[in-house]
């Protein structure tokens, strides 16, 4: 659908007049009702761009306490069906999964539901566009939270072993902030790049903590102990990452650093 409206921005108001269409749209931002309100006309409100009620000044003003950011005055200088594009506007937000103050579907005559559709169809069409969709919100899935480890004496007594991305290591986690990997342990040679053959962050890092301790390794095999701050740090220093170092390390007894030491 292509409109031509005519915007006007204000502090707390947006204006939309259609050319097209015998409407005019106000979206106000406010938590609170206005004292003066037109007689005619529907009212929307509108709490985290989610609609929470359809109705006429009447009815919003008879609403018990409702928690909203903004009121959306819908109006027209024609003669419009108030009653029925109230009606229909509901019927199709309880459709589409929104959950209303107070309204239940209620029939509307075909023929009428075909005229308003002149009306309707643009108003949420600029809705939509305005960021208010006239549909339920998706839930955002929650990002699994990143595991939590906790280093104890036990675990600092342990050796574990890596050998994973042509590297093979003896390492342990000795302090809170100190992992020591041992003196012979095998380096991967060269980063693998990017699909794009470019240098990644990974590799970047990783040749970073090298240059750091250049002098404690020699052809790619560590000639000293070696002390680094972290398990991720092992992981870039030895095989520049690319896999979940915590799982990477394994006790004698094949159980990994992660069973460890991960707090549930």
């Given at each position: 659908?292509?409109?031509?409206t ?24 406010t ?139 003896t ?17 991967m040679k ?60 394994l ?14």
């Amino acid at each position: 659908m292509n409109l031509q409206t005519h915007i006007l921005f204000l502090e707390t108001t947006t204006s939309i007049t259609v050319d097209e269409f015998p409407l005019t749209i106000e979206i106000i931002k406010t938590n609170t009702v206005p004292k003066s309100l037109k007689q005619n006309g529907l009212y929307l409100l509108v709490n985290e761009k989610q609609i929470l009620f359809i109705g006429d000044k009447k009815e919003l003003h008879s609403l018990k306490k409702v928690t909203f950011d903004e009121i959306i005055e819908i109006n027209s200088q024609e003669d419009i069906e108030w009653r029925y594009l109230e009606r229909q506007l509901i019927n199709q937000a309880i459709e589409e999964g929104l959950s209303l103050e107070v309204h239940d579907t209620q029939t509307v005559p075909e023929n009428i539901q075909h005229q308003l559709k002149d009306i309707i169809n643009p108003l949420l069409f600029i809705l939509e566009k305005m960021g208010i969709p006239f549909k339920k919100a998706q839930k955002k899935k929650a990002k699994p939270a990143k595991a939590r480890h906790k280093w104890t004496k036990e675990v600092s007594e342990k050796e574990f072993f890596i050998n994973t991305r042509d590297s093979i290591a003896t390492v342990m986690w000795i302090k809170r902030n100190q992992m020591l990997i041992k003196k012979g342990a095998t380096m991967m040679k060269e980063a693998p790049l990017n699909k794009d053959g470019s240098v990644g962050f990974a590799a970047k890092m990783g040749d970073k903590i090298r240059l750091d301790h250049q002098s404690q390794f020699k052809n790619f095999v560590t000639t000293e102990d070696i002390i680094l701050k972290s398990v991720n740090e092992v992981g870039l220093f030895l095989y520049f990452a690319g896999t979940n170092s915590w799982l990477e390390m394994l006790d004698s007894d094949g159980k990994t650093l992660n069973e460890w030491t991960v707090v549930e």
